[in-house]
């Protein structure tokens, strides 16, 4: 079955400093990538999105995301953050041509914290 | 356009009360999914309708039935609740399977079970 592992339950950094969320998933086969923010008492946000071509992917507000097959790894960065961007990062995969009819897989999600 | 819409935002419910969540998009999509959400869980599926006239379960889909009432609608229903049922319930849409699909989530319903 199809797993999605964010390495990092809750990262707290200062205004500025840069940052990277872990996400690796299981699966061989070609792979649909996302991450979804959700800030405080709000509904989940699509960030980014990876489906094809270029590995790097810049997403909305300063994020980017690079897809490195070979290590089955997704990770988000910023290189500075606000802290406005306090909020929980939720990484998902699907396989469209997997045995799951293309559903998405949630990673337990990242809380990140800035401190002002 | 509102995207995808949910009622109610809240609700209180004694174990044993049945209730149906309602969910609604305007993006014309053929796809639409039930998911929970709970702390240090993620989301997990519940159900999802692939397109209009289907639905099939997913990860986590006992306790609930769920109803594709049209091409816009799709509702969630709890028919005994449970508190183990206590959770942020979030509908979501996309245009449907494939390679690009992209799913958008609604603002969600916060149940509490007593």
């Known amino acids: 079955a199809q797993s999605v592992s964010q390495h990092n339950h809750h990262v707290i950094l200062s205004e500025a400093a840069s940052l990277e969320l872990g996400c690796n998933y299981s699966?061989?086969?070609?792979?649909?990538l996302f991450w979804y923010v959700q800030y405080p008492g709000q509904h989940l946000q699509l960030l980014l999105k990876y489906f094809s071509g270029d590995p790097l992917v810049k997403g909305i507000k300063g994020f980017e995301a690079e897809f490195i097959k070979s290590k089955f790894s997704f990770n988000l960065r910023k290189p500075s953050v606000q802290w406005s961007d306090t909020a929980e990062y939720f990484c998902?995969?699907?396989?469209?041509?997997?045995?799951?009819?293309?559903?998405?897989?949630f990673g337990k999600g990242t809380k990140l914290s800035v401190k002002p | 356009n509102a995207g995808v819409t949910q009622t109610p935002k809240f609700q209180v419910l004694k174990t044993g009360q049945s209730m149906t969540l309602q969910c609604a998009q305007d993006?014309?999509?053929?796809?639409m999914y039930w998911y929970r959400q709970d702390p240090g869980m993620g989301l997990r599926l519940i159900y999802y309708s692939a397109s209009e006239g289907t639905t099939d379960k997913g990860e986590v889909p006992n306790g609930y039935n769920v109803s594709r009432l049209n091409k816009r609608e799709f509702s969630l229903r709890l028919e005994s609740a449970a508190p183990s049922q206590t959770s942020v319930y979030f509908c979501?849409?996309?245009?449907?399977?494939?390679?690009?699909?992209?799913?958008?989530f609604g603002p969600g319903t916060r149940l509490t079970v007593l």
């Open positions: 979501a849409s996309s245009e449907g399977p494939g390679q690009l699909d992209t799913q958008y």
């Open positions: 998902a995969v699907n396989a469209p041509y997997g045995g799951s009819q293309g559903n998405l897989i």
């Open positions: 699966y061989g086969g070609t792979v649909n």
């Open positions: 993006m014309n999509h053929n796809s």
